[in-house]
């Protein structure tokens, strides 16, 4: 059975303390991996598509990283208006082309 | 980017009553839909893939006679919620692909369901 994890459950920072949200991931095969931020009451706004391992992407004060088993989310020098749930989703091979979802890190910045 | 409409934002409703909720790919054609379950501090949760011109195909244990799903062109999906129960409260996000944009999904900004 496909599973996604995603750790810690709750992070909180003060604002410019830099730290990293993992993902880890057991499927079948891989298609893609997705990160997503969600704040409170509204649908998931889309961050990163990431394909194969050892790929990295990057937005402001977000990177990704993906290895074979887990991703993660580094988060440099935050500020408060980052303060939201981000989730982790998996596309799998040979399915439907639906995401599967983890439970998401709701990340609190502190000014 | 690509833009997903769905309404309302939130709904109230009594016991036993039906609620319908639309999702709309506003400057895109989505022949595919999903329709997702959320509960507070949980994920998302798909219950069903909406195809355009044809059947929904439903997650296991999401009863299809209770939550209809309509894709009656490739801008629109509905998902009618029959004889709600407060149990079946709950936040409803829809989401739809950009066929020439990727693999990405796109979201809706989800309707908060309230049954009394």
């Known amino acids: 059975e496909d599973q996604v994890t995603q750790s810690p459950e709750a992070l909180r920072l003060q604002e410019g303390e830099s730290s990293s949200l993992n993902c880890s991931y057991t499927v079948s095969g891989l298609r893609g991996l997705f990160w997503y931020r969600q704040d409170p009451g509204k649908g998931p706004e889309f961050l990163f598509t990431?394909?194969?391992a050892g790929e990295e992407k990057e937005k402001e004060r977000l990177k990704a990283t993906l290895t074979k088993k887990e991703s993660f989310l580094h988060i440099t020098a935050p500020k408060p208006e980052d303060s939201a749930t981000y989730l982790c989703a998996v596309q799998v091979a040979g399915s439907a082309r639906q995401l599967t979802f983890g439970s998401g890190t709701q990340l609190t910045v502190l000014p | 980017g690509a833009v997903v409409s769905q309404h309302p934002s939130w709904v109230i409703c009594k016991s036993g009553t039906s609620v319908k909720i639309e999702c709309r790919s506003l400057d895109f054609q989505a022949t595919t839909m999903f329709w997702y379950r959320q509960f507070p501090k949980q994920s998302l949760m798909l219950m069903a893939t909406s195809n355009e011109g044809s059947k929904a195909t439903y997650e296991q244990g999401v009863e299809k006679d209770k939550f209809l799903i309509n894709h009656a062109s490739l801008t629109l999906s509905t998902l009618t919620v029959t004889s709600a129960h407060p149990e079946d409260s709950s936040f409803y996000i829809c989401?739809?692909?950009?066929?020439?944009?990727?693999?990405?999904?796109?979201f809706g900004s989800g309707t908060q369901l309230s049954v009394l």
């Open positions: 990431l394909y194969s």
């Open positions: 989401s739809a692909r950009d066929e020439g944009g990727g693999e990405k999904l796109f």
